[in-house]
């Protein structure tokens, strides 16, 4: 397992250095911790025939940020030390975003910081983030302040798909969970949510709606199919002996996971996302993105590797 931890010194990324040591396993894991600082950029000169860069200005700046660069990195060392982890740190310049996604391709999981409950006022991600977690391959682990820290609570969204299956693959290979409280929620998108109506708009008396109605045959019919999914999931986990339990809310997906996320204080979300350019068909595959704005808490967006 190699893990991405990538950080600019800012108070996100000094709590996500902290949150990965307590939600990535250890044990046989390859550690790296990344500081990329963008390249000088110069404004055009008027005159042709004139160099774009000064190049003292150049040496000059390539010394400075060398300096900070080298203080980031000190100071994530110092805080993996204190956890007992050991990593190589090291920095490229260019691009944050695209030196992040590109080197995720030779990593399991990267490790990016984001705001949450101390920032609720604020915007979830920044821009590097929200690039990182669109096009990175693998698993994108968005570390925010734990909620938990002697005893993880983790809710994993489960909707059958393929997706699905690799963030639970992934929840058992990749996180630090023998001891944590996993819920596993399927939500259910009843058919009033299509039509942007509120449930009771369905409830009619018995009397009134026969059972034979199409739209309680289909309410039954997506019960049954929730029961299943959390059945299955339920299986695929059975085996770690883990402390497991299920839930079924109705309604629009990314709004139930963020409502629980919120109201049970968990630690971490875990949710599968489909490759990009592939069909968003999937509950997860389209509400990842939301989630991962707007959750209180750390979420891990799985995807397949290519």
């Known amino acids: 397992m190699k893990t991405l931890i990538a950080t600019d010194g800012s108070p996100e990324a000094t709590t996500a250095l902290r949150t990965t040591a307590r939600l990535l396993r250890r044990s046989r894991n390859e550690i790296e911790v990344l500081c990329v600082a963008p390249e000088l950029e110069s404004p055009a000169r008027q005159l042709a025939g004139r160099r774009t860069k000064d190049a003292t200005t150049h040496r000059t700046y390539q010394q400075r940020i060398a300096r900070e660069t080298a203080s980031i990195l000190d100071e994530a060392k110092t805080i993996l ?34 705001s949450g409950r101390r920032h609720a006022s604020q915007p979830g991600l920044g821009s590097v983030a ?7 391959q693998g698993t994108v682990l968005l570390a925010r302040e734990l909620a938990n820290p002697e005893t993880l609570r983790v809710l994993a969204g489960v909707d059958g798909s393929l997706a699905s299956k ?48 199409p739209e309680i045959q289909l309410e039954e019919e997506l019960q049954r199919e929730a029961e299943a999914v959390l059945e299955a999931a339920q299986a695929r986990l059975a085996k770690y002996n883990y402390s497991v339990s299920t839930l079924i809310e109705d309604g629009n997906p990314a709004t139930a996971i963020l409502g629980e996320a919120e109201s049970g204080q968990y630690d971490l979300i875990i949710l599968g996302a489909g490759s990009p350019g592939t069909a968003k068909r999937n509950m997860l595959g389209s509400v990842s993105a939301r989630i991962a704005w707007q959750a209180p808490c750390s979420v891990a967006v799985v995807k397949p590797v290519e």
Do not use: C, M, N
């Open 166 to 213: 690799h963030a639970l693959s992934a929840l058992t290979a990749y996180f630090e969970i023998d001891s944590a409280e996993i819920t596993l929620i399927h939500v259910k998108e009843t058919p009033w949510i299509h039509l942007g109506l509120d449930r009771e708009w369905f409830d009619y008396p018995r009397d009134v709606f026969d059972q034979a109605d």
């Open 130 to 136: 929200s690039r990182v977690v669109e096009h990175a």
């Open 81 to 114: 030390d204190a956890e007992g982890i050991g990593a190589r740190l090291f920095s490229e310049t260019g691009s944050p975003a695209d030196v992040i996604v590109e080197l995720a391709e030779e990593h399991e999981v990267t490790v990016v910081g984001a």
